[in-house]
């Protein structure tokens, strides 16, 4: 069975929803038999690749928060990501492109070091103090090399912008024409569709009716008290109100 994940590195709820994925998927019965692709989908496509900010300053000027109502926004985030054992960096976080990582992702897809590279990514921008956007090329060098990849042809790869350039263009198309508006975005099989970071026990049970039928293109799994996974889209990231 084949799981495909449409998300950006830049999206939190991508980092909290692989985790939640991750464990259901490490209880599910047939999990050796799980393959797991990631594809790409930009948050911000438009945003050039200098174009760095802190990550307070682009969610009050592209979405019109206050300062305060963002960092509340992180600080949710940063709780979620804690109740999944994941290291959160609730301030001083930069944002900008992530093209270039989709395509070095395509690239260890290749070597088959997709997963080991993503986790790597995703830990670079949320916990770690070194922003994966202001130091050129040579950062993702180094990640790609932490990942267990060659770094002289991840250099390479970096060095060619039209390298798996249109690996990734294809994958939004394809988000596109499955009708992913936000991320995380699961499919299962082409079968199952699952939308946002939902809990892990939503990701079992589509794991199980995915291996135990086949049936017409995303039947969405998920509904009821959890249809409305959070994920990250053109309008920003959904914030967790507080109870």
Same mark, same amino acid.
């Given at each position: ?65 206050? @300062? ?15 109740? @999944? ?22 690239? #260890? ?11 790597? %990514? ?12 202001? @130091?050129?090329?040579?950062? %993702?060098? @180094? ?19 039209? #390298? ?42 589509? %794991? ?9 293109? %995303? ?25």
């Amino acid at each position: 069975m084949r799981v495909e994940i449409w998300t950006d590195i830049a999206c939190p709820w991508c980092y909290v929803g692989k985790a939640r994925f991750d464990k259901a998927l490490a209880a599910f019965p047939h999990r050796d038999e799980v393959e797991v692709v990631h594809r790409s989908f930009e948050l911000d496509p438009g945003r050039a690749k200098g174009d760095v900010q802190p990550v307070i300053t682009m969610l009050t000027r592209k979405y019109g928060m206050s @300062e305060a109502q963002a960092q509340a926004g992180e600080d949710h985030l940063g709780a979620q990501a804690a109740a @999944e054992g994941l290291e959160y960096r609730t301030r001083d976080r930069d944002h900008g492109n992530t093209f270039d990582m989709h395509r070095l992702l395509h690239f #260890a897809k290749e070597r088959g070091r997709q997963d080991e590279l993503i986790q790597v %990514l995703y830990r670079a921008n949320f916990a770690e103090e070194r922003s994966v956007f202001t @130091e050129g090329d040579e950062r %993702l060098v @180094e990640l790609a090399a932490a990942a267990g990849l060659d770094a002289e042809a991840a250099r390479a790869v970096l060095a060619d912008p039209d #390298a798996h350039a249109d690996d990734v263009r294809a994958d939004e198309r394809e988000a596109a024409r499955l009708g992913a508006t936000g991320v995380p975005f699961f499919v299962l099989d082409r079968t199952y569709g699952v939308s946002g970071a939902q809990p892990s026990e939503v990701f079992t049970q589509a %794991l199980t009716q995915a291996w135990g039928e086949r049936s017409p293109l %995303l039947k969405p799994v998920g509904q009821g008290d959890h249809e409305d996974g959070a994920a990250c889209g053109p309008d920003g990231c959904a914030v967790p109100q507080q109870g």
